[in-house]
C-alpha cells in the first residue's frame, strides 16, 4: 500500500463548478499535511497547509480527518487557471522533516 | 523571499558521461537540503536529504555511489549523476528548508535530464 494515495483523475470541471477530492494516507503518526500544486513540467508549489480544524485562503478549503486519515480540498468557482496537478503531501516529522507525495490528481477546468 | 535556484534547467548528455546538478538557497540558509526525482505522470520521489556539512541520507533503493550529493554549505547542494544511463533521464528537484524553520520546504524548479 503506498503511504499516501490520491485519485489520479482527471477531474474534468466545467468553469466555475466546485470540485473536490481526497488523499489518504497510512502513517497515523504523520503530523503535517500539505497541498502543492504542480504544473506541467514545472516544480512543485505549496498551495496551502492543512490544520486539524480544516482551513479556507479564498476559493480553496482543506481538511483533516485523522481518525480515518485522508485529507480533502475542495475548489469553489473553478477558474481556468486551476488546471494542474494537486499534490497531496504528507510530513512525519520524526522522520526529520522528510516529505511523502501522494501520486497527483490531476484537474482539468474547461470553459 | 525563500528562493531556491537550480542549475542547469535542462541537460542532454550521452550515456556513460556524468551530470553536476545545483541547488541553491538565494536568500535564506537551509539547513537541509532535499534530493527528489520525479518521472513522467509520477509523483516526486525522495531520493536523499543532505545537511550542510554530513553525508547525506539517502532513501531506500537510491545508490549512493551513483547520485553522488555535496553539501559543502548552508546555501549550495550539489547533486552528481555518476555515469549516466537512458534510465536515469527524469525531472530532478531539490528543495531546502530554512534553517529555524517550521515545515515548509521550498522547491527549485527542477532540473529536466535527457540522457541519449
Request: some cysteine; aromatic content about 10%.
Amino acid at each position: 500500500r503506498k503511504e499516501v494515495e490520491q485519485d489520479p483523475g482527471p477531474f474534468n470541471v466545467p468553469e466555475g463548478a466546485t470540485v473536490a477530492f481526497n488523499c489518504t494516507y497510512s502513517n497515523s503518526a504523520s503530523q503535517s499535511f500539505f497541498w502543492y500544486r504542480q504544473d506541467c513540467r514545472k516544480e512543485p508549489k505549496l498551495l496551502m497547509s492543512v490544520y486539524s480544524s480544516g482551513n479556507e485562503d479564498g476559493r480553496f478549503t482543506a481538511q483533516l480527518n485523522r481518525a480515518s486519515q485522508y485529507i480533502s480540498l475542495l475548489i469553489r468557482d473553478s477558474k481556468l487557471s486551476d488546471s494542474a496537478t494537486y499534490l497531496c503531501v504528507v510530513n512525519l516529522r520524526a522522520a526529520g522533516n522528510k516529505l511523502t507525495f501522494g501520486g497527483g490528481t490531476r484537474v482539468l477546468v474547461k470553459p | 523571499g525563500a528562493v531556491v535556484s537550480q542549475h542547469p534547467s535542462w541537460v542532454i548528455c550521452k550515456s556513460g558521461t556524468s551530470v553536476k546538478i545545483e541547488c541553491r538557497s538565494l536568500d535564506f540558509q537551509a539547513t537541509t537540503m532535499f534530493w527528489y526525482r520525479q518521472f513522467p505522470k509520477q509523483s516526486l520521489m525522495l531520493m536523499a536529504t543532505s545537511n550542510e556539512g554530513s553525508k547525506a541520507t539517502y532513501e531506500q533503493g537510491v545508490e549512493k555511489d551513483k547520485f553522488l550529493i555535496n553539501h559543502a554549505s548552508l546555501t549550495l547542494s550539489t547533486l552528481t549523476v555518476t555515469s549516466a544511463h537512458p534510465e536515469d533521464s527524469s525531472f530532478y528537484i531539490c528543495s531546502a528548508d530554512i534553517a529555524g524553520g517550521v515545515n515548509e520546504q521550498f522547491f527549485g524548479p527542477g532540473t529536466r535530464l535527457t540522457v541519449l
